[in-house]
T-cell receptor, first 111, second 112 residues
Framework: EPEVTQTPSHQVTQMGQEVILRCVPISNHLYFYWYRQILGQKVEFLVS????????KSEIFDDQFSVERPDGSNFTLKIRSTKLEDSAMYFCASSIQETQYFGPGTRLLVL | QKEVEQNSGPLSVPEGAIASLNCTYS??????FFWYRQYSGKSPELIMSIYSNGDKEDGRFTAQLNKASQYVSLLIRDSQPSDSATYLCAVNSGAGSYQLTFGKGTKLSVIP
């Protein structure tokens, strides 16, 4: 069964550094998403991407964040200058329409 | 502000019993509703989706939706210890948006 994959599974970085989180969505899916989950809190929407452009973004998704689909398979989330409060699990998801399937996540720790 | 509310639990049920998980949402225009299961440290795993008022059954799981009451529930029959997890209710407001708003989840513990 096709799955969303994400790399790396864990990332440790210093405050102020740039990080890139990578995702390979399910191959025939058209919509791609990033969500985050701070430890002990709810899953929060960051951004959705369709037809090579951002379709929606939340208040969390400020100028420090960007997304890109650099080729036909990868979907990336870049955080330009990480803050301590960016420490969280980041989940990529993809969908054909409404029903979203989540990847295993990247645990980001900002020191 | 769209809100999705769930009782955080923990909800403890004996093995073989029915577990009942509830969720309310604030956006009356919401159109799509999802239940995800999340094991500790893992990602949300889709269990069921429901779009219309009434019941939808899939194996041991039944989702129930009442749009007038802005209420969605998940019943798990013949609960197994492997069902022990946090169950997340997620709502999509529709109107061209596929953004999901999640509740905090209900932690279910099935006691052998």
């Amino acid at each position: 069964e096709p799955e969303v994959t994400q790399t790396p599974s864990h990332q440790v970085t210093q405050m102020g550094q740039e990080v890139i989180l990578r995702c390979v969505p399910i191959s025939n899916h058209l919509y791609f998403y990033w969500y985050r989950q701070i430890l002990g809190q709810k899953v929060e929407f960051l951004v959705s991407f369709y037809n090579n452009e951002i379709s929606e973004k939340s208040e969390i998704f400020d100028d420090q964040f960007s997304v890109e689909r650099p080729d036909g398979s990868n979907f990336t989330l870049k955080i330009r200058s990480t803050k301590l409060e960016d420490s969280a699990m980041y989940f990529c998801a993809s969908s054909i329409q409404e029903t979203q399937y989540f990847g295993p996540g990247t645990r980001l720790l900002v020191l | 502000q769209k809100e999705v509310e769930q009782n955080s639990g923990p909800l403890s049920v004996p093995e073989g019993a029915i577990a009942s998980l509830n969720c309310t949402y604030s956006d009356r225009g919401s159109q799509s509703f999802f239940w995800y299961r999340q094991y500790s440290g893992k990602s949300p795993e889709l269990i069921m989706s429901i779009y219309s008022n009434g019941d939808k059954e899939d194996g041991r799981f039944t989702a129930q939706l009442n749009k007038a009451s802005q209420y969605v529930s998940l019943l798990i029959r013949d609960s197994q210890p492997s069902d022990s997890a946090t169950y997340l209710c997620a709502v999509n407001s529709g109107a061209g948006s596929y953004q999901l708003t999640f509740g905090k989840g209900t932690k279910l513990s099935v006691i052998p």
